[in-house]
C-alpha cells in the first residue's frame, strides 16, 4: 500500500523557518517524483516544489524560490522542505504527492499526482 505522511508543520511567526518531511512506503522510491503543494482556506492546491528521487532534480514555484529547498533522503524514502523566512500569507495545509517519473506531465497540477499525504499544517504568525 502507497503512503505518504507528511510531518514537521507548527506554529512560527514570520521569518521563521520550518522543516517538513514527506515519508513513502509501499512503492520504489526512486521511480518517483515527489512534489509538494500547499492549500490555504478558500483557496486552490498550489504547487510549490518538486524533486526527481532518482536524478536530484529540483524545481521550485517562483514564490518559494530562493527560501526553501526540496531534498530527499533516498535511504530514508524521505524527503524535505526547508522552509526559510517564513510569510503569513503561506500559512496553509502542506501535501507531499508522488507520481511515477516517466507519467508526470504537468507538474503545477494536483490532477497530476496519484498518490498524496494527509498533509501537516503550517501557520505563519506576523
Known amino acids: 500500500e502507497v503512503q505518504l505522511v507528511e510531518s514537521g508543520g507548527g506554529l512560527v511567526q514570520a521569518g521563521e523557518s520550518l522543516r517538513l518531511s514527506c515519508a513513502a512506503s509501499g512503492f520504489t522510491f526512486d521511480d518517483y517524483v515527489i512534489g509538494w503543494f500547499r492549500q490555504a482556506p478558500g483557496k486552490e492546491r498550489e504547487w510549490i516544489s518538486l524533486i526527481d528521487t532518482k536524478h536530484g532534480n529540483t524545481y521550485y514555484a517562483d514564490s518559494v524560490k530562493g527560501r526553501f529547498t526540496i531534498s530527499s533522503d533516498n535511504a530514508k524514502n524521505t524527503v524535505y522542505l526547508q522552509m526559510n523566512s517564513l510569510k503569513p500569507e503561506e500559512t496553509a495545509v502542506y501535501y507531499c504527492?508522488?507520481?511515477?517519473?516517466?507519467?508526470?506531465?504537468?507538474?503545477?497540477?494536483?490532477?497530476?499526482?496519484?498518490?498524496w499525504g494527509q498533509g501537516t499544517q503550517v501557520t505563519v504568525s506576523s
Open positions: 504527492a508522488a507520481e511515477l517519473r516517466w507519467l508526470l506531465r504537468q507538474w503545477r497540477l494536483p490532477s497530476s499526482y496519484d498518490f
